[in-house]
């Protein structure tokens, strides 16, 4: 069964609770329609019902809870919990309650106190906008260090990978992350790739050098992430710093890799920074014609996915179901 429509599946299972705070996009409108009708998670849209209603006409809202934050009853409860949450921040009532009219606050408020499962937004908002509040106020996992991001790719050819199927991490988060923010990376990516797509991963941290080929200080980083994250996860199979094609290609992997548990075998792919990441999935995705899933946000005490401006109808229904599942697994 296609990786999908089995994360699908599975989010119909659990009626999670989806805030979508972009409510005034058609897109998100129309995926809020959809989800709802699949039955993907019970959907709550924010912003102004009458104004929501009209902009959808012609769609089925029926079933989806709409709040207005600028009204709702419990606007002020969560300025308050803002406040506390906030407080060593220098967080005022007075700039509590102009926040919580921001739907991306109010979303983040709801999933922080338990009223959605999870939050979806960034068909209208930039990266920045949408986790800034998340960060600020649902925070990292316990035992996670930072909030990071991973895109599932599905490739053309089978031979890579789980079937062809591969994590690629953080495409969209930590513009340079340290060695011990990478090791953190590591870990989140190999529980995501468990947890969602149900594959044993392999982990590799990749560089332009493999195991001593090349030496500088961008590698001496990679290396000791490496050594980070096999400590804090002795059961997991991680390897580096490990070139790309050593890392997929099994005759390349034994050449410049011999004995290694993941070169020629690696699913989870752990660039050393964003523009690696960024630029690697990309590339992958456009020349390689793969499947490019995400970005999925990892290590966040609760789910909240960030979509690109670029995103289609389907691409916002998908991110509800796997944001639904990611809520089932934390
Ligand atoms: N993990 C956990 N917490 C974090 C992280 C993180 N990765 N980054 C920031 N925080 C926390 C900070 O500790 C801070 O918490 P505090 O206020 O309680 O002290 C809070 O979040 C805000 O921190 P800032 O440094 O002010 O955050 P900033 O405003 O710089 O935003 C962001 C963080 C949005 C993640 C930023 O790093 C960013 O813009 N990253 C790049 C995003 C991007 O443009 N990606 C590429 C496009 S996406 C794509 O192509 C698919």
Known sequence: ??????????????????????AMDSRVLKAASQAKNEGLANIVLLGNADEINKKAAGL?????????PEKSDKSSYYVDQLVEIRKKKGMTHEKAAELIKNPLYYGAMMVKLGDADGMVAGAVNTTGDVLRPALQIIKTAPGISVVSSCFIMQVLYKEFGHDGVLLFADCAVNPSPTAE?????????????????????????????????????????VVEATKLAKEMVPDVTIDGEIQADAALVKEVGSLKCPGSSVAGKANVLVFPDLQAANIGYKLVQRLGKAEAIGPVCQGMAKPVNDLSRGCSVEDVVNVIAITAVQAQNL
């Open 60 to 68: 089925d809202l029926e079933g989806i809870t709409i709040i207005n």
């Open 181 to 221: 923010q990478l090791a953190s990376i590591a870990v989140t990516s190999a529980n995501t790739a468990k947890s969602l797509i149900g594959m044993e991963p392999k982990v590799a941290m990749l560089s332009f050098s493999t195991k001593g080929s090349a030496q500088h200080e961008l590698v001496d980083k």
């Open 1 to 22: 069964m296609d990786l999908m429509t089995e994360i699908r599946q599975n989010a119909r299972q659990l009626k999670k609770t989806i805030v979508l705070p972009e």
